[in-house]
């Protein structure tokens, strides 16, 4: 939106032939008449802010050069730029860690105990834990969703899933010699603590289901907090939460891989509703104006 409004107002100012007869119009000796002084100094200024205003249309030109895609959004045009890149990048690495550590920590329930893996796996599984929860918030602050008092939510929902981990972890799991994890696993009611977390975990799957359609996000909304809640409550056996727990795993991983599959547009939504939801009240008044008055002449054709 920046760059379409800072093209859209460049404008060129023409020379006039008089005022470049005048300008050029010097005397042999170097002197010149009042009037000619005049004249020239105006046209020396309409040249300069001519000349400005190429400088000023090039710099826009190179500018959407960055992205040669123009998209059309709810308040005016706009294009990918690098910052964009970079932050949806970021913002699907940080699924991919959190995936990646949950399903490696996670295939500790599937290994066998006495297998030299396992043992590696368990005695790192808090380490695990924390790179899991710092790529979800690292997601979780990158992540575009139009309803900025959701993207609020989820985030604060993370934080309490982080300050109840560390409470659990150093008031209850360190004190007995276990990982948070597994002292999550060995007493149920300790999801009470960890459970915003992957409140905020299924908030962003399901978010991402409903933009796109991903069958394996939608999958994932219902298993998250079945998994859970089936643990907190002892109302689902341990045979039905190890089949839900490899369904998690499993397409916990496709969700994370098939992210970048997706063109980076996707992750950003109609940038040009969060360009208008930063604009000052009175800007923001000022451009549906204008655009009503463009629909109003759109319709008038």
């Not at 004249?39 to 090039?58: D, E, G, L, P």
């Not at 409470?167 to 999801?191: F, I, N, T, W």
Request: hydrophobic share 45%.
């Amino acid at each position: 939106m920046a760059m379409f409004l800072c093209c859209s107002s460049t404008t060129l100012v023409p020379l006039s032939s008089k005022s470049n007869s005048l300008f050029r119009h010097i005397s042999s000796s170097g002197s010149i008449t009042a009037n000619t002084q005049s004249t020239s100094f105006h046209s020396r200024v309409s040249f300069q802010s001519s000349r400005a205003s190429r400088i000023n249309k090039i710099r826009c030109q190179a500018q959407n050069s960055l992205d040669s895609t123009v998209y059309k959004g709810i308040y005016g045009p706009w294009s990918v730029d690098s910052n964009d890149i970079r932050e949806v990048i970021l913002y699907r690495s940080g699924l991919v860690t959190a995936a990646a550590t949950f399903v490696i920590g996670g295939s500790t329930a599937f290994l066998p105990d006495d297998f030299l893996l396992t043992n590696v796996l368990k005695q790192n599984l808090d380490v695990l834990y924390a790179l899991g929860a710092g790529g979800l918030g690292l997601s979780l602050f990158l992540i575009h969703i139009y309803v900025t008092e959701i993207k609020r939510t989820l985030q604060a929902l993370w934080a309490l899933g982080v300050l109840g981990s560390v409470a659990a972890y150093l008031r209850l799991a360190q004190p007995v010699g276990e990982s948070l994890p597994q002292y999550v696993v060995d007493h149920s009611m300790a999801v009470w603590f960890i459970g915003p977390l992957f409140a905020a975990l299924t908030g962003l799957v399901f978010k991402e289901g409903l933009c796109y359609g991903k069958l394996e996000a939608g999958i994932l909304t219902f298993i998250i907090p079945s998994v859970l809640l089936g643990h907190l409550t002892g109302l689902m056996d341990d045979g039905l939460k190890f089949s839900l727990l490899g369904t998690w795993m499993v397409l916990f991983g496709i969700f994370a891989a098939r992210k970048f599959t997706q063109p980076i547009k996707d992750d950003i939504g109609d940038k040009s509703v969060f360009i208008f939801n930063a604009l000052p009240e009175k800007e923001k008044k000022d451009l549906l104006e204008k655009l009503g008055q463009a629909d109003l002449m759109q319709d008038m054709d």
